[in-house]
């Protein structure tokens, strides 16, 4: 498609067109770029124009087609997907990774007005497991993962083990959304507002340890010259004082990004031997930079006693019927996170035996639950037991009334 052609063809549309709408319907830049890229291998496997002409163009000429045509749109989305069914078959590809793509092409479909029986869809997918196979790292992993010479890294990795939160929140996190929280004149936790002002903003904390590493980067960046106010982005790029450099200078600082957050901790993951090649499961490491910390936050939490429903709401999640009537206070909920900031504390003086404490402390949580599966059977088998002797009861009231009549 030559320029006059594109040109011809932008003029056909406005602000509500396929691609605009698609942008406009994803809130997370993160999950805006994934899933563009997902819909960009689907028109590269259709073939819907070059890969080299704009996304926005493409995505206009499928919904052309697709709305005179919802037959051929229809044969498209399941030919693609019946090719990604097949890597799932030779496990190229995982059946969540399927599901994905169906997730970004339904939404495009769904934004442009294209009719899908999506039932039809889904029927023929394969079953995803219920958990990922990727694990939450140790703490000696994570410490290692700290010795990384980034100045920025033990803040990141502190505040993402100690609070749980997705990379993604790091998009939205200035200096102002995070507040030291101190108990006679001493800060035990910080506050951290997540996704501010958008409609999943919740709270969470992190630890004194993790606030203290923010704050000793903060502090760098002050002394070097840039303006800190509760505006400043938290995570910034480096800075060169050259001017012109890509980086920019001190007093003119860049955010930087989730990708960016994402490359940094990959990179100390390498660098500092915890990720190679040969630990790849099928195209999965052991721990996953996305939700590795997120899983050992939530792990140490529960070894640490907080209640399941508090551990959902300091991680963002959802708790079903009980968002519209549970209701803790602030207080409430950090009363029962300070239960767990031993447990979230990275720099340990005797990592052995804190990890032994926690291996002894798992070991009781679970004879608590065995001793509570025990007695649960126990009033199982003897209400088993009673309604036997209830039948017996009956069936002899049952033999002398008949013997009576």
Known sequence: MDIKQIEKHQEQYDNN??????????????????????????????????????????CNIYTQKALSNPKWAFSKILEFLQFQKERVEN???????LRNFVKAIKLFCEMADIDISWKKITRGLPKTKRYADDRAPTLEEIQRITEYPDRRIKAIVYTMASSGIRLGAWDYLKWGHIIPIKEDGKVVAAKIIVYPGDTEEYITFITSEAYF????????????????????????WKWDNKKGHARGLVTAPKKLETIGIKRLINDALWSQGIRK????????????????????????????????????????????ISDSYYRITEDELLKDYLKATKFLTITNSNTESFEKEIEKLKENNENNENIIKSKLQEKDDAFIALSDQVMLLMDEVRRLKSNKD
């Open 91 to 97: 496990q190229e590809i995982s059946p969540a990774t």
């Open 213 to 236: 590493e923010l704050e000793k980067w903060m502090n760098f960046r002050k002394d070097a010259g840039e303006d800190i106010n509760e505006k400043s982005w938290v995570m910034r």
């Open 277 to 320: 090649k040969s630990q790849m499961n099928k195209n999965r490491y052991e721990f996953q930079v996305d939700h590795g910390f997120r899983k050992w936050f939530k792990t140490r939490c529960e070894i640490a006693g907080i209640k399941s429903i508090n551990i959902e709401l300091l991680i963002g999640h959802s708790i079903g």
């Open 17 to 58: 067109d396929a691609y605009s709408l698609y942008v406009y319907a994803i809130r997370s830049p993160v999950t805006r770029d994934t899933y563009l890229r997902r819909l960009r291998i689907f028109f590269n496997h259709i073939q819907i124009l070059s890969m080299d002409e704009p996304m926005d163009i493409r």
